[in-house]
């Protein structure tokens, strides 16, 4: 069996800021997303938040914060714009008033169908610019790494 192919380049020693690294790609990514979803009034973000709250009777901010790996201060400023177009509604939780739970509306879940086949498209210009064993391995390389990490916890974060 031949051993695997390697690239040509010598291996350089790891340098520069990893974070910084990461950061930039997704900037880019997002802006892929971004334009094909600004023709349904949407942003990527504002997506995968409808994405997440499909099919649920109703999410604790806590719940929806911890799923999407954001602190609850974020997901309320991110919530704002979604709760303004009647996308999304906050409700207190019918067991314990102090729980606000989160849910998608109807209006919503039309604006999620309407984006959809533009998320999509985004997805695939990803995939065809990175090329599929590309993206394979970074999904991979993010699915291994992302239990590694856990967001630091700080004021706010409770409910």
């Given at each position: 069996?031949?051993?695997?192919?390697?690239s040509?380049?010598?291996?350089?020693?790891?340098?520069?800021?990893?974070?910084?690294?990461?950061r930039?790609?997704?900037?880019?990514?997002?802006?892929?997303?971004?334009?094909?979803?600004?023709?349904?009034?949407l942003?990527?973000?504002?997506?995968?938040?409808?994405?997440?709250?499909?099919?649920?009777?109703g999410?604790a901010?806590?719940?929806l914060?911890g799923?999407?790996?954001?602190?609850r201060?974020t997901?309320?400023?991110?919530?704002a714009?979604?709760?303004?177009?009647?996308?999304?509604?906050?409700?207190p939780?019918?067991?314990?008033?102090?729980?606000r739970?989160?849910?998608?509306?109807?209006?919503?879940?039309?604006t999620?169908?309407?984006?959809?086949?533009?998320?999509?498209?985004?997805?695939?210009?990803?995939?065809s610019?990175?090329?599929?064993?590309?993206?394979?391995?970074?999904?991979?390389?993010?699915?291994d790494?992302?239990?590694?990490f856990?967001?630091?916890?700080?004021?706010?974060?409770?409910?």
């Amino acid at each position: 069996m031949a051993p695997p192919a390697t690239s040509s380049k010598p291996e350089a020693p790891l340098s520069g800021c990893t974070c910084s690294r990461l950061r930039r790609l997704t900037r880019r990514v997002t802006a892929v997303y971004d334009h094909a979803l600004a023709a349904v009034g949407l942003r990527v973000t504002q997506f995968s938040l409808l994405s997440h709250l499909r099919g649920l009777p109703g999410l604790a901010m806590t719940d929806l914060a911890g799923r999407l790996d954001l602190d609850r201060t974020t997901l309320t400023r991110n919530l704002a714009p979604l709760i303004a177009a009647g996308w999304v509604e906050v409700t207190p939780s019918p067991e314990d008033a102090r729980r606000r739970l989160v849910r998608i509306t109807a209006v919503g879940e039309e604006t999620w169908r309407a984006a959809r086949s533009h998320w999509r498209r985004a997805q695939e210009e990803v995939r065809s610019t990175m090329g599929d064993e590309s993206l394979t391995l970074l999904h991979r390389l993010v699915d291994d790494a992302l239990p590694l990490f856990r967001p630091a916890e700080g004021p706010g974060d409770h409910e």
